[in-house]
C-alpha cells in the first residue's frame, strides 16, 4: 500500500493538504493536477488530466484491489489465466502472440492490446465505437463467449466465491468499497480493475524527457532524424498517429469533442473487394457499412517496441515489416484465401499512400519508435504483480 | 469611426474554462438574451460546405471537379478554423463577433467548422455555426481568417482547450494545426487512376530543430488569410465554402510521386501551385535547392467562399 501511497496522496489527505502529499520526491517536475476526486496528483510532465468515471472514482484502495485482481490466475474460470496473461508487464502489457488465446484455449481474432495509456484512449478494443469506459471494457474479457476469455459467463458466483472466503480479498474489498455489506460482484471486480488500468500513464520515455522535461539529449541523434520524419507529410505517419499519445482517438479532461476515429490500413482486400477476413472486419461489424470495411482504431505507438507483433490481428511480426507495409501503402498476399492487394482497398485511409526510405531512414524511424519506450513505467513496482508470478521486463533487473 | 473593438480575453485555468465552458453551454440551452448584455444581439453564422455548386455530403463523389479525367473526386473530410470573426456595418466599420465561449467548438477568437456528419468514422459530432454576440447595428458584410492565430496554433496538444485539441487537425506541435482538413480522392473506385488527393492547409517553414516543440520564430509562411464578403445578412444568408473553387485548375487524379497526396501546403509541392492562390494566399514554390523561387500571387477575386442562403 505504501508504493501507492506515494505516487498518489489518497483522496482525504490531498483535499488536505493541497497537491504537497508526495513525499518521495521522485516526481518533482510533475505538475499538479487533480480529477474530482484527488486521484491523478502526479503526472507525467505535459500530460493532461485523465476523465475519470463518475460512476468509478479512483482510490488507492480500488486501485491495489484492482492490481490484485488483474494478476490474480483465479480470475479465470479454470484458474489458468489472470488479465497479466494476455497483458503481461515485461510486454507493456501485451502478450507477444498475433492472436490470443483464451483460458479454455479458444482463440480471439484479435491481437491484445497493449494498456500503456490506455485512461487515454477515446474508445477501447480495436473497433468497437460504442465501448467508452474502461470498466465497460473489464467485463469483456470476463464474460466474453465468443471467444470464451476468463469465462465468468455461467460461472459468476463460483469466481467470486473464491474471493469473498480469502481474508486477504474480504480485506481489499473491504478498503475499497468501504460500507458495504456485500461488495463482492462482477461490477465491482470490474470497477477495481479498471482503477488499476488507468493508472497504466506512460509518460518518461527518452521522447517524453526530451519534449516535455526540457531534457534534449534524452533522445538519441538517430531518434531526433526519425521523428523529423515521423511527423513529414512524406510518410504521413502523425495523421493517425498524432499527439501526445501518438494516438489521434484520444480524450481526456480537456477533450470535448469526441475523438473516436477508425481508419483501414490497407492490410487486406479480398478478391479486390475491400473485404477483409470474415473474423476480423473492424467497425464494419457495427455498422455493415462498406466504408467501415477493415476500419480499426490507431493506437497509441508508446512502447511499442515491446508490444510485438502488431496490427489488430498480429500478422505483421517487427517494426522494419510494418515500415514496409506502410512504405508500399497496403500489403500485397499474392496467393491463398486471403488474396488480394490491400494498397488497393477501396475502403483504405487516403492518407495512407506509401514511400520510399532509405536504408539509414528506416533505422532512424525505429530509432524514434524505440525512443517512445519508457523503461520508468515498465519497471515502476506500483504496476507489478503482487503475487510475484508475472516478471517484469529483464531490463528492470538490471 | 471609432476603431474595432476587440472582447476582451482572458486565458483562464483549465477549471475556470470547464466552468464558464459549462455556464456557456446552459445559457446557450435556454435561449433567451439575458447575458448578452445592453445593446448586444446574438448572432449566429452557418457555414455550408459545396462541391462545384452542390452540397457536400460525406463520401459522395462529385463530378467535374479540376482540369484532369475522369475530374470525379470523393470527399471524406472537411474542418477548418475560423477566427477574428467581424461584421461590418453600412459604413463600412468593423465590429468583432465575441465568439460563446462553449468548451468544445469556439475558444478564444478561435472556432472550429466540422461538416462531416456521418462520415464513417463513428458517431462523431459535427458542427457548422459560429456563434457569438455582437453590438445591435445595421451591418451589411462579413470578414473573418482562416485558420489559427500564431499564439494559439502551437500550444501543447495534451494541455490544450477544445477545439484545439482536435486531435484530427493536429500538424505537430511545431507547425500547429492543420486550418483546412479537406480529404479526398480523385477517380474514386478506379483500381488503376484513384488517387488520394487532400487539402490540408496550415503554416509552414516554422523555424525550429524540433517538431514536437514550439517554434522559435514566427513561420515563415502563416498562410492564414482574411475574407470579407459583401451584402451578407447575418439573420438570412449563409456562408459557402466551394472547394470545387480551390481545385478548378487541379488534376485530382495524379500527384506528383514523392510529394504529399495533394497539396499539404509544402512550398516544394507542385500540387500547391493551383490550390494555395486560390485559397486566397499568395504562394511561394521552391523546387529545389538551386532554383529560384517562383511567385504565384492569390487569385482575386477569392471565389472559395461566398454568400448562400438557408436551405
Redesign the interface.
Known amino acids: 500500500m505504501n508504493r501507492v501511497l506515494g505516487w498518489a496522496v489518497a483522496l482525504g489527505l490531498s483535499l488536505a493538504a493541497g497537491g504537497c502529499g508526495g513525499d518521495d520526491g521522485d516526481d518533482a517536475s510533475s505538475p499538479s493536477t487533480t480529477t474530482s476526486s484527488g486521484y491523478f496528483e502526479s503526472l507525467p510532465p505535459?500530460?493532461?488530466?485523465p476523465k475519470e468515471s463518475v460512476d468509478n472514482p479512483l482510490t488507492n484502495a480500488k486501485i491495489e484491489l484492482g492490481r490484485h485482481l488483474f494478476y490474480d490466475p483465479r480470475m479465470s474460470v479454470n484458474q489458468t489465466m489472470a488479465c497479466a496473461s494476455c497483458h503481461q508487464p515485461a510486454r507493456a502489457f501485451s502478450d507477444g502472440r498475433p492472436t490470443s488465446i483464451g483460458a479454455t484455449g479458444e482463440n480471439h481474432p484479435r491481437n491484445a492490446m497493449s494498456l500503456s495509456n490506455v485512461v487515454y484512449n477515446a474508445?477501447f478494443n480495436w473497433a468497437n465505437?460504442g465501448l467508452a469506459t474502461l470498466h465497460a471494457q473489464a467485463l469483456i474479457p470476463m464474460f466474453g463467449e465468443f471467444p470464451v476469455e476468463l469465462g465468468w459467463s455461467d460461472r459468476e458466483a463460483e469466481i467470486l466465491d473464491r474471493f469473498r472466503h480469502d481474508p486477504l480479498y474480504r480485506q481489499l474489498f473491504a478498503d475499497a468499497y468501504p460500507g458495504e455489506s456485500d461488495p463482492f460482484d462482477a461490477d465491482r471486480v470490474a470497477k477495481a480493475i479498471a482503477a488499476f488500468g488507468s493508472t497504466l500513464i506512460s509518460g518518461n520515455s527518452p521522447?517524453d524527457q526530451?519534449?516535455y522535461q526540457g531534457n534534449?539529449n534524452a533522445m538519441s541523434e538517430a531518434a531526433?532524424r526519425g521523428?523529423?520524419l515521423f511527423?513529414s507529410?512524406?510518410m504521413?505517419c502523425?495523421?493517425c498517429h498524432?499527439?501526445?499519445?501518438f494516438?489521434?482517438?484520444?480524450s481526456?479532461?480537456?477533450?470535448?469533442?469526441?475523438?473516436?476515429?477508425?481508419h483501414n490500413n490497407g492490410l487486406y482486400n479480398i478478391n479486390?473487394t475491400g473485404d477483409y477476413p470474415l473474423s476480423n472486419r473492424g467497425?464494419w461489424e457495427f455498422?455493415h457499412?462498406s466504408?467501415?470495411m477493415g476500419?480499426f482504431r490507431a493506437p497509441t505507438l508508446r512502447n511499442i517496441e515491446l508490444t510485438a507483433p502488431y496490427m489488430h490481428d498480429g500478422s505483421i511480426a517487427t517494426l522494419e515489416e510494418v515500415l514496409d507495409h506502410y512504405s508500399r501503402g497496403g500489403r500485397l498476399i499474392a496467393e491463398g484465401p486471403l488474396a488480394g492487394d490491400g494498397a488497393?482497398n477501396?475502403f483504405k485511409s487516403?492518407?495512407i499512400?506509401g514511400?520510399?526510405l532509405t536504408t539509414r531512414e528506416k533505422q532512424d524511424v525505429i530509432a524514434f519508435l524505440q525512443s517512445l519506450t519508457d523503461w520508468a513505467f515498465l519497471c515502476d513496482p506500483r504496476f507489478a504483480d503482487p503475487f510475484g508470478n508475472f516478471e517484469a521486463h529483464s531490463h528492470c533487473h538490471q | 469611426m471609432a476603431p474595432p473593438r476587440h472582447p476582451r480575453f482572458s486565458v483562464p485555468t483549465?477549471g475556470v474554462m470547464?466552468l464558464s465552458?459549462a455556464l456557456a453551454l446552459l445559457a446557450g440551452c435556454g435561449g433567451g438574451d439575458d447575458d448578452d448584455g445592453p445593446g448586444q444581439r446574438r448572432a449566429v453564422i452557418e457555414f455550408q460546405g459545396k462541391v462545384n455548386g452542390q452540397d457536400f455530403s460525406c463520401?459522395a463523389t462529385y463530378s467535374n471537379v479540376g482540369v484532369g479525367q475522369p475530374g470525379t473526386y470523393q470527399v471524406?473530410d472537411w474542418r477548418f478554423y475560423v477566427h477574428n470573426v467581424e461584421l461590418v456595418t453600412v459604413d463600412g466599420a468593423r465590429q468583432a463577433l465575441e465568439l460563446n465561449q462553449d468548451?468544445?467548438?469556439q475558444y478564444q477568437n478561435v472556432a472550429l467548422l466540422?461538416l462531416r456528419r456521418d462520415c464513417?468514422?463513428?458517431?462523431?459530432?459535427t458542427n457548422a455555426f459560429v456563434a457569438g454576440t455582437i453590438p445591435n447595428d445595421r451591418y451589411t458584410g462579413i470578414c473573418f481568417k482562416v485558420g489559427i492565430p500564431y499564439e494559439l496554433n502551437h500550444v501543447?496538444?495534451?494541455?490544450?482547450?477544445?477545439?484545439l485539441?482536435?486531435?484530427?487537425m493536429?500538424?505537430?506541435?511545431r507547425?500547429g494545426r492543420k486550418f483546412i482538413r479537406i480529404?479526398?480522392?480523385g477517380a474514386?473506385?478506379d483500381?488503376d487512376r484513384?488517387t488520394?488527393?487532400?487539402i490540408?492547409l496550415g503554416s509552414t517553414q516554422c523555424p525550429g530543430s524540433?517538431?514536437?516543440?514550439p517554434p522559435s520564430a514566427a513561420c515563415g509562411y502563416p498562410n492564414i488569410a482574411e475574407f470579407c464578403l459583401d451584402k451578407f445578412d447575418v439573420d438570412q444568408d449563409t456562408i459557402v465554402m466551394d472547394i470545387g473553387t480551390a481545385l478548378e485548375a487541379s488534376n485530382v487524379a495524379f500527384?506528383t510521386p514523392?510529394?504529399?497526396?495533394g497539396c499539404?501546403s509544402?512550398n516544394s509541392d507542385p500540387e500547391c501551385i493551383p490550390i494555395m492562390p486560390r485559397l486566397n494566399l499568395d504562394f511561394t514554390y521552391i523546387a529545389g535547392a538551386d532554383t529560384t523561387p517562383e511567385q504565384y500571387p492569390k487569385t482575386v477575386p477569392q471565389r472559395l467562399f461566398s454568400v448562400g442562403n438557408h436551405e
Open positions: 505535459g500530460f493532461p488530466t474508445t465505437p521522447y526530451s519534449t534534449r531526433r521523428q523529423e511527423f507529410e512524406r504521413e502523425f495523421h498524432g499527439g501526445f499519445n494516438s489521434q482517438a484520444v481526456h479532461s480537456n477533450i470535448t469533442l469526441a475523438q473516436a476515429e477508425f479486390g467497425l455498422t457499412r466504408a467501415d476500419r488497393k477501396p487516403e492518407l499512400v514511400f520510399s | 483549465r470547464a465552458g463520401g471524406t468548451g468544445a467548438w466540422d464513417g468514422n463513428g458517431a462523431l459530432p501543447n496538444d495534451a494541455t490544450a482547450p477544445s477545439p485539441n482536435n486531435s484530427g493536429l500538424w505537430n506541435w507547425g480529404d479526398g480522392m474514386p473506385g483500381v484513384a488520394a488527393f487532400h490540408h524540433d517538431p514536437n516543440a500527384n514523392d510529394t504529399a497526396s499539404m509544402a
